[in-house]
């Protein structure tokens, strides 16, 4: 089975500040993405890795980086927060050879 | 761009009525359709992978058909566990890291 973990499943963070969600895959995925989940507008992809150390920018990147420093773990970053990403963070993760990707369960993360 | 609408956006059912749901596409190439499941709070999980038109696939209570410009995915005889929203991507044959674009989903709540 496929098992993807993020760090925290709610977090609270005041705005400004510096905010890291932590995503681990245990099955040796190549591929790793951040999503964001919100009423009305659905999945939208914030960043993605295809390699360690890779990474490309998804459709809303803006206020965000990510880090991959081993194949297993990829790391989103609020630099600083605000109270519009306020979300769902689902991490997500698909090996080379397949199509389908794997989700986690997910971070609610509230920003005061 | 790739575009994926779902409806109904809400449906309720009673234990055991059949029903379908749906999802319409527009992508330049198809590389593939899924199907995802995903409970309140929780990160979706993974139902089906629908590759080519004309191709169906089953799981218990569910089967996911799919044609060129639309997947359904029949609910047969469906109990109150069934309950959840059902989310439907697309990912095109020329696209960035195997990106997914998703559609809204359709909540489903089937009543005993």
């Known amino acids: 089975d496929v098992k993807v973990t993020q760090s925290s499943r709610y977090l609270v963070k005041r705005t400004g500040e510096k905010v890291f969600l932590e995503c681990v895959q245990d099955?040796?995925?190549?591929?790793m993405f951040w999503y964001r989940q919100d009423p009305g507008l659905g999945l939208r992809l914030i960043y993605f890795s295809y390699d360690v150390k890779m990474k490309e920018k998804g459709d809303i990147p803006e206020g965000y980086s990510v880090s991959r420093e081993k194949k297993e773990r990829f790391s989103l970053i609020l630099e600083s927060a605000s109270t519009n990403q306020t979300s769902m963070y689902l991490c997500a993760s698909r090996p080379d050879w397949g199509e389908t990707q794997y989700f986690g369960p997910g971070t609610r993360l509230l920003v005061l | 761009e790739d575009q994926v609408t779902q409806s109904p956006e809400a449906l309720r059912l009673q234990e055991g009525e059949s029903s379908s749901l749906n999802c319409s596409y527009t992508v330049s190439g198809l590389r593939g359709l899924f199907w995802y499941r995903q409970d309140p709070g929780k990160g979706p999980e993974f139902l089906f992978t629908?590759?080519?038109a004309g191709e169906e696939k089953e799981k218990e209570r569910l089967k996911a058909t799919l044609t060129k410009k639309e997947s359904f995915l029949h609910i047969t005889a469906p109990k109150p566990e069934d309950s959840a929203t059902y989310l439907c991507a697309v990912q095109a044959v020329e696209t960035s890291g195997s990106r997914l674009t998703f559609g809204e989903g359709t909540q489903l709540t089937v009543n005993p």
């Open positions: 099955m040796d995925h190549e591929n």
């Open positions: 629908l590759y080519s």
